[in-house]
């Protein structure tokens, strides 16, 4: 590669937040250094533009959509390219004043962000990226149609560059997997006052708190009784806290008793315990449910001897032994060695105790989804590449066809022209659409794996 594409390359590579550089020793050559977390995020794409039509509606998708395709961009052409694009789409009725409204909420709601802009430092060649508070822009409604009518940005001076906040995102995907997890554990009702206690600690607390700020009982009423389809929520708020706290996996604690109590959500422990869940659902997937229930015997006991083991899991001894030697050889489990006290004129004897060392372990199990999201990644690319002949026709089969019924052609000429793919070859692409959308389902689950380890590796131990 010539110096233009390398340079181009790490232009790119710096725009989409793939790579970062700082000065080196003598401040005159910047140094490139790759961010491995941020490429991963590529495959999260489709979760944020599910999660943002899901909150609001179908114009935040192409508004996200366009800015992750862009990486950054200033907010007038950001608007005015959506809104020409489908100026003439009838079914979407988009019109710009909505886009704006929209871009608004999610700049108020900080999905998007303003981008950090370079500064040079006094006796440096390398810039700084500084952070910028994000401030909700004033836009001219009137400049903004005249720009989709004429296709002309000349007139608008916008210099403020934009871009997606993925950080808010994944406290979202976070609050979803705490809400999920207390609904099955106990019911619906349990799971929106996990949401209420959450949006609780999203306004008062840090992004990623250790445990967020005690919220009054009182003030979780008022906030239920907002809920109009929640009234057994509010008739028994009091029994569902108690609930809450004592069987709700310990994500909620009680901080004190004045005024009905006060309640904080534990979010470190809650990383900890849906990750040892994570585990135990690999393990069971891996090498069964015995093992896993050894797993999970061990991690209670904290410290346990062979013998109990075998004793407390309820398993015949040849079987146990061979799961946990199994175990510990694929370190999930570790071992300590003790001594006991020798008693008088014997010798003494050595014990080994059982543990289970969980962020060690969750490292282990990291490795294995990278592997693993590897392989799905690369069967994913053989299938595609092995059967592009196939693709390609289907692609003009239905360009085609979708071309002859906007014009009104007969049925009997559609048909022809969809008859040119064999019945082989479409048994051929049904069969690798199947594999296909297989492999996506296991990349999305091993994503959603890696988002709960990473949340787990964001606390210090």
Request: glycine share 4%.
């Amino acid at each position: 590669m010539n110096s233009a594409g390398i340079v181009e390359s790490l232009r790119s590579l710096l725009k989409f937040d793939l790579a970062t550089f700082e000065p080196s020793a003598n401040e005159t050559i910047a140094d490139y250094k790759l961010l491995p977390e941020n490429v991963l995020l590529l495959i999260r794409y489709p979760r944020y533009l599910l999660e943002i039509k899901s909150k609001y509606g179908s114009e935040a998708e192409l508004l996200i959509e366009e800015l992750l395709q862009r990486a950054t961009c200033t907010a007038t052409v950001l608007l005015v390219t959506i809104a020409t694009k489908f100026k003439d789409d009838k079914e979407k009725n988009i019109s710009v004043i909505s886009l704006k409204d929209t871009f608004v909420s999610l700049a108020t709601a900080t999905y998007i962000q303003q981008a950090p802009v370079a500064e040079l430092k006094e006796g440096s060649d390398i810039p700084t990226l500084v952070p910028v508070a994000t401030i909700v822009p004033d836009f001219d409604v009137r400049a903004l149609v005249q720009a989709v009518a004429s296709g002309d940005l000349s007139g608008i001076n916008d210099n403020v560059y934009w871009r997606v906040n993925y950080d808010r995102f994944h406290q979202d995907f976070r609050d979803d997997i705490m809400i999920k997890a207390i609904s099955r554990r106990i019911d619906d009702n349990a799971g929106e006052l996990m949401r209420v206690l959450l949006q609780h600690m999203y306004l008062s607390s840090p992004s990623w708190p250790v445990e967020g700020t005690p919220a009054p009982a009182h003030e979780l009423r008022e906030s239920c009784a907002r809920l109009a389809d929640r009234q057994t929520l509010v008739k028994h708020l009091e029994q569902y806290l108690k609930v809450l706290e004592e069987n709700g996996a310990e994500f909620v604690r009680r901080s004190g008793d004045a005024g009905g109590g006060q309640f904080l959500v534990r979010v470190r422990r809650a990383s900890e315990q849906l990750t040892a869940a994570a585990l135990e659902h690999a393990l069971t997937e891996r090498l069964g449910s015995k093992a896993a229930r050894i797993f999970r015997l061990i991690r209670s006991k904290k410290y346990i001897e062979e013998e109990d083991i075998q004793k407390h899991a309820m398993l015949p001894n040849k079987e146990c032994k061979e799961l946990t030697y199994k175990l510990l050889e694929e370190h999930f489990i570790s071992v300590q060695p003790m001594r006991k006290a020798a008693s008088s004129g014997g010798m003494a004897k050595a014990i080994y105790l059982y543990h289970v060392k969980l962020y060690e372990v969750a490292q282990t199990a990291q490795e294995m989804c990278y592997r693993s999201l590897h392989n799905v990644l690369r069967r994913g690319a053989h299938e595609r590449a092995a059967h592009e002949r196939l693709f390609a026709k289907q692609r003009r089969v239905r360009s085609l066809v979708h071309g002859m019924r906007l014009r009104g052609e007969a049925q009997q000429h559609i048909d022809d022209v969809e008859e040119t793919l064999t019945p082989p070859e479409i048994a051929t692409l049904q069969n690798v659409e199947k594999r296909l959308k297989q492999l996506s389902a296991a990349e999305l689950e091993l994503d959603k794996t890696l988002f709960i380890l990473k949340w787990y590796f964001m606390y210090p131990q």
